[in-house]
């Protein structure tokens, strides 16, 4: 049973791909999902079961019927409302509200140097860094070099450094400015190099999901963009890629090594457990997830601090005892929603997403979209793609990259308003 998933998957990514005639969003989110499924079958040809994810003790699992079928099922609800988007066959993307686009990615930049300047002076410390004891100690709830010289600075600087998954944006406006409105690289490069400031606060903890996120999203973009991506642009982007991604596979490997050279399944066995946990957890979760116990944190952190006063990352230690296994491991976003809301839970939420993923693209075959827009198609899509491991938006750190998106999204709809009804009164007058 522990094949379907990888079967059914490949054959969703092939049936998009044939409908469509081009690698669109949803043959690269099925793509995705297709990868993670043969890590879980070389996961368990290997031998290495019995070490993935919940590091339950004697649980070997069955991989029945009904997870696997459910498992595939609501994967696939939130991936069809991505089919939609055909990027191939854009006409143009407008930008409504020039100014604020641009003052907006100003001040990206600015929150990008601020990360710089509090993380650059402590990136150096790595190369000698023990990474398995920087791990453990944010396990222990220690915290970075660079978060303790935060917290001595204003509180602006404060905000804009915890806020530093806002800069995410910075991928999407580097596309738009560099290929659609072709701006010079020399203005618009400063916005991919402020993009990386997630990245770079979660070196210092010896974190890995942020620079995985990262690449994943960064790969989303290519194929959002592929219509207007230039040769110029194309060109630039191979050259750029070769130090970030050696620089970032050395790190990936380092940090693997550190952690897990101890253990049985050693560096290669454990990474293989980190990616392909995402299914044989899905089924865990539904195997032995007590029905009684539900939760909203993760799904409304913002709501869950402010009005409750909890964040899922503060609770994740007592759910984990009322559950009877570690609840925080990677079971996919809607394996962390079976975990949170139950199986009826997990089925309504998948859909709530399907249907907003609707309402904000509209249509089939849409030809023209707004900065707005795509946006908010950037920040949903992050919940099936980075879903390959868990629920994306667990936190207000991650969360906020929604605010100033939906702030744009629904400015840019007003503009359309506001145009509509003063071509309808000119045409009465």
Known sequence: MYFVPFIYFCGLAYYFWWK?????LAVYMSVLFSVTSLCCILMVLSGHIEGSGV???GWMPEFEIIPTLLYCTLVTITII??????????EHINNPHRNALYAFALFILFQGAVVYYLVGGFLSNLLNGDFKFLKDAGYDGDITPADAMMQTMPLPIQFLYMMCSITLLGIPLFFYYSCVEKRSLWLTAPLLAVSISPVLRGVLSADRTEIIHYGLMFLFCLVLFQRFITKRV???VLVASVPVLLAGGTYVIAVSASRFEDTKEGAGGSMLEYAGQAYSNFCYFYENHNSDLYYFEREFPLTSYFVFKTQYTETKDERSAKEGFFVGVFASHVGSWLLDAGVVGATVLSLLFALLCCWVIRRYDRIVFDIGDLFM??????VPVFGIFYYRYYSISTTFVCVPVIFFYMYSKLNFVWKAE????TEKI
């Not at 409302?81 to 854009?90: D, L």
């Not at 003063?422 to 009164?425: A, G, Q």
Request: hydrophobic share 45%; aromatic share 20%.
């Open 55 to 57: 590091l339950a003790d």
């Open 234 to 236: 194309r060109n630039f």
């Open 20 to 24: 469509h005639k081009t690698f669109d």
């Open 422 to 425: 003063n071509e309808e009164t």
């Open 81 to 90: 409302p991505f089919s939609f988007v055909r990027p191939e066959k854009f």
């Open 377 to 382: 198609i950037f920040i949903l899509a992050a």
